[in-house]
């Protein structure tokens, strides 16, 4: 369109893939409750778009030139069929492909607090769709699928990618951006880790005597707790939140040196280049961790920015 000036792309796809490794049922005289085969299947459907547009051409070297790249994709999964039927909450949370719903799925739990027994034991508890509340683990039959709180996908949803170009004399500035969204990610995995077995205490515990404001005023040593029932404040819906976030990922400055200069120099080309790599992120899980960042320990290490100069020479 308008000469050249912008120019794009927009892709539509329906794409059934059949035979996905799941987990099938198999009649228990068999000695076997279930076995992964190739008997899974799944839908996608998105579309896709990019466009690339001339703001501002440029002509010659002298000329300011501005260029502007966009992309965006928009991905709806569902897994269609499995041949395992699970009946219980516990069974059906395990599962790697859900019928019904998309590919990683993001299910928890509705924590509902501790309570302490006349014994002193501390058991963790959890509230069913018709809002009573257990204190029986989640493996047990009283956790029922439609107890089960489900969130989304941990796989982004939304894609998009902005790249910014500047010319002039010579120099180019650019960059670019990225956006990952409608996913969700877990932001809490330390707050509830515990080692029962050797007695130390949950974080959260451990906040609560040190001052933390709203941490759980428990206080108690694990090995008081119920340690089949602990994981029921891990597995809360609450501790997860959403995962989109926009990176800049690069910004790079580079000159490209004069033909003049070049010619006298007997080479063909001559250029120096400077990139900055993982520049900023915006997360909206209201920690500003990055999604993408390695986990130690269940807490992401900040990706460092990195810092690259480089030479290129062509004889």
């Not at 933390?212 to 404040?233: C, H, W």
């Not at 501790?239 to 000159?255: E, P, V």
Request: a neutral charge.
């Amino acid at each position: 369109l308008f000469g050249y000036r912008l120019n794009g792309s927009v892709d539509a796809y329906r794409k059934y893939s059949t035979d996905i490794l799941t987990d099938v049922a198999l009649d228990i005289t068999s000695g076997f409750e279930d076995l992964l085969l190739n008997a899974g299947e799944m839908l996608n459907t998105g579309v896709e778009l990019q466009l690339n547009g001339r703001i501002l051409p440029s002509n010659s070297r002298k000329q300011l030139g501005i260029n502007l790249g966009l992309t965006f994709g928009y991905n709806h999964n569902k897994v269609k069929k499995v041949y395992f039927h699970p009946h219980t909450g516990s069974e059906f949370r395990s599962m790697e492909l859900k019928q019904g719903y998309p590919l990683n799925t993001v299910i928890g739990v509705d924590y509902a607090g501790y309570v302490t027994d006349d014994k002193g034991i501390t058991y963790g508890t959890w509230r069913d769709h018709n809002g009573e509340i257990h204190n029986t683990p989640l493996s047990s039959a009283d956790f029922k699928i439609e107890d089960c709180v489900y969130l989304g996908t941990s796989t982004p949803v939304w894609t998009g990618g902005i790249i910014p170009e500047i010319r002039y004399q010579g120099f180019t500035l650019s960059a670019m951006m990225h956006y990952y969204g409608g996913h969700y990610m877990n932001t809490d995995p330390r707050v509830w880790s515990i080692a029962p077995d050797k007695g130390g205490t949950a974080a959260s515990e451990l906040d609560f005597w040190n001052g933390v404001e709203g941490a759980v005023p428990n206080g108690y040593l694990t090995k008081y707790y119920d340690s089949r029932t602990m994981k029921i404040a891990s597995s809360d819906y609450r501790n997860y939140s959403r995962a989109d976030y926009l990176k800049l990922r690069s910004i790079t400055l580079s000159y490209e040196f004069e033909r003049r200069l070049i010619r006298r120099l007997g080479i063909s080309d001559l250029s120096l280049r400077f990139q900055v790599d993982n520049v900023a992120t915006w997360a909206r899980n209201g920690r500003s961790w990055d999604p993408e960042a390695t986990r130690m320990g269940g807490i992401p290490v900040k990706t460092p920015s990195t810092y690259t100069m480089s030479l290129f020479l062509n004889l």
